[in-house]
């Protein structure tokens, strides 16, 4: 099949249309921001310049640009790949003239994408999630603990973001000093619970699981390992909310009780969806054509190294069906490997399409600054 895809970042881009392109699909993107470094890579059939500026562009411009390199190209879907492009498609999705890969109702994303509201919402469904507060500030946060009103050990992250800024773990009164200087505004704090991360990526349609993988990351690998209590509680949470399409749960599991706290969502690709199509289920590909299984797919127990572990796994005559996928990954672009390892484009600290710049293009969207 032949797709469009839109790209305002690099990293989440290139993997997530790497995993695409594992499927057979034919990909020309459409870039803005770091997405153009995607430009270099041999494996997209084509690239253009995306012109769209989802901080000042209304949704009429990305609409005339998308329908025409349709027509240029013959694609027969459009797809996101990161943040930014999820919510675009999911506004103009019902005005361009081809389908888009599975999204959620743009109130839905909204919802999920927001910690606070996500939170909210696992409560109405009786999913457990760690004790939330909201405060204004960091300020306000220092006054409850001064207070009582709170006490340690805490997370505190902005309502909205991603990729881990802003998060702060204080377990100690050392670890106070973060609180009072933070930048965001309003901060989510919620009671740490120590434990095992574990997260769940997801394909859903019409509040059915579809496909699932659970994941622990830790010594350079991905380990995958089913959780059928973390299963049951995300097959609740899709059939309450009616989700479509890709997701990426964080959890926790609690040292010592074994219960599992839902702890946020990013409802679009994830950064580490291609060690998940290395385990043997491809999610990217079933979001532009879904299985027709009876009951959700999901990936046998295995363990799949990452670049850094590849290397001393292959040396040790470590040979597994998932370290093989990862050496035809890597060869199969040495350009896209290249670009990774010295950050040509680094999409945390870039001008353009760096983190901040995604997060006000969202903000422009989610508003409605846009339409």
């Known amino acids: 099949m032949k797709l469009l895809a839109i790209a305002f970042v690099y990293d989440l881009a290139y993997h997530t249309l790497r995993c695409v392109r594992s499927g057979g699909h034919e990909v020309h993107v459409l870039g803005s921001g770091t997405g153009r470094g995607l430009r270099i890579s041999p494996r997209f059939a084509s690239f253009r310049d995306l012109a769209y500026d989802p ?48 999204l959620p109702s743009a109130a839905l994303f909204d919802a999920v994408n927001n910690k606070q509201h996500f939170a909210e919402l696992c409560e109405s469904y009786g999913l457990q999630t760690p004790e939330t507060w909201v405060y204004a500030n960091g300020r306000a946060v220092m006054a409850a603990l001064e207070d009582g009103t709170l006490r340690l ?6 309502v909205v973001g991603m990729g881990g800024r802003g998060v702060d773990l204080v377990r100690s009164e050392a670890d106070l000093g973060r609180i009072a200087a933070h930048e965001s505004a309003p901060l989510l704090v ?5 434990g095992r991360d574990r997260d769940i990526s997801i394909l859903a349609r019409g509040g059915k ?24 509680m995300i097959e609740h949470f899709v059939a309450a909310s009616g989700f479509e ?8 599991e609690e040292a010592g009780t ?26 990217v590909a079933l979001s532009i054509v879904p299985p027709q299984a009876d009951g959700p797919i999901h990936p046998p127990a295995v363990v799949v190294p990452t670049r850094k572990a590849l290397v001393k796994d292959l040396l ?30 680094d999409d ?24």
């Not at 219960?259 to 999610?283: D, K, T």
């Open 55 to 102: 901080e000042h562009d209304g949704f009429d411009v990305a609409v005339a640009e998308i329908t025409k390199r349709i027509a240029e190209t013959g694609a027969e879907l459009v797809m996101p790949t990161d943040i930014v492009s999820t919510r675009l498609l999911i506004a103009i999705r019902h005005r361009l003239p081809v389908g888009t890969a599975l």
């Open 153 to 158: 050990p805490l997370v505190v992250k902005p």
């Open 190 to 194: 919620q009671r740490l619970i120590e």
């Open 209 to 232: 699981l579809l496909a699932y993988g659970v994941q622990m990351y830790r010594g350079n690998r991905y380990d995958f390992a089913d959780s059928p209590a973390l299963r049951q």
């Open 245 to 252: 399409g890709l997701a990426h749960f964080d959890a926790v």
């Open 258 to 283: 074994g219960e599992i706290y839902l702890i946020e969502c990013n409802p679009r690709s994830w950064a580490s969806v291609f060690a998940l199509a290395a385990a043997g289920v491809n999610m």
């Open 316 to 345: 040790r005559g470590r040979w597994s069906r998932c370290a093989r996928w990862m050496v035809g990954y890597y060869f199969g672009d040495p350009i896209g490997v290249f670009a990774d390892y010295f950050k040509l484009f």
């Open 348 to 371: 945390e600290t870039a001008v353009l399409g760096g983190m901040d710049d995604q997060l006000t293009g969202l903000a422009c969207l989610i508003e409605g600054k846009a339409a």
